[in-house]
């Protein structure tokens, strides 16, 4: 089945570092890839997506590249704020019978001290 | 703001009780998804409801039930409760029937189980 690993955190960090947080994937099909971010006592918001390989997703300063060969969507920013502060899950969309299925990594808890 | 209405937000309970979880979703959207999300599991798919219909069934339980009403309202039911219940409890809608991936989330509902 399909299945999402992503790096375990809590991942500390100095207001302006780099931040990249791993995510490689497992799928039968080819599947759509998404970055969700929750922020403290939010839901999930879809921070971004990308639909095949080698497409770039990109929002809020944040990247993740579709690498097909490496079967991976890494997570980046250039330079990280303390309002970045929340947990970050990698997750795929993949087709299953009549649906899709989506399946989420564990999250990865940011925090960015000032 | 999603547009995604949970209620209530937090809930404390005894085990063996019942408890009923609802979610209005964003205005437009067909499908209803109920996802749990515990620190040892992380977040699993319950269950998708579309116009009043199960669409897909994930991980959940048989004391459990869930139902999509015509005004396309749902309610996550929770019956004879254990500890391990304890958990946060999230409604998600989308437009299509499809789970493509993008899914509105809401704040979730915080089960207590004592």
């Known amino acids: 089945g399909n299945s999402v690993t992503q790096m375990e955190g809590p991942v500390t960090l100095s207001e302006e570092a780099f931040l990249t947080i791993n995510c490689t994937y497992t799928?039968?099909?080819?599947?759509?890839l998404f970055w969700y971010v929750q922020y403290p006592g939010e839901g999930l918001q879809l921070l971004l997506k990308?639909?095949?390989?080698?497409d770039k997703g990109s929002n809020k300063g944040f990247e993740a590249t579709y690498r097909k060969e490496t079967t991976s969507f890494h997570l980046e920013k250039g330079s990280v704020q303390v309002s970045d502060s929340a947990v970050y899950f990698c997750?795929?969309?993949?087709?299953?019978?009549?649906?899709?299925?989506?399946?989420f990594g564990k999250g990865t808890l940011l925090t960015v001290n000032p | 703001d999603s547009g995604v209405t949970q209620t209530p937000k937090h809930l404390i309970t005894a085990t063996g009780q019942r408890v009923t979880l609802r979610c209005s979703p964003r205005?437009?959207?067909?499908?209803v998804y109920w996802y749990q999300q515990s620190l040892d599991q992380g977040l699993q798919f319950l269950i998708q409801y579309y116009n009043g219909e199960e669409r897909a069934k994930g991980n959940i339980l048989e004391r459990f039930s869930a139902q999509q009403f015509p005004d396309l309202h749902s309610e996550l039911n929770l019956s004879s409760l254990e500890l391990g219940d304890s958990a946060l409890y999230f409604c998600?809608?989308?437009?299509?029937?499809?789970?493509?991936?993008?899914?509105?989330f809401g704040e979730g509902s915080r089960l207590t189980v004592l």
């Open positions: 997750a795929l969309s993949d087709r299953g019978g009549s649906n899709y299925k989506l399946t």
């Open positions: 998600a809608s989308s437009t299509g029937a499809l789970n493509t991936g993008e899914l509105f």
């Open positions: 990308a639909t095949k390989a080698d």
């Open positions: 799928a039968t099909g080819y599947p759509s």
């Open positions: 205005s437009g959207d067909l499908s």
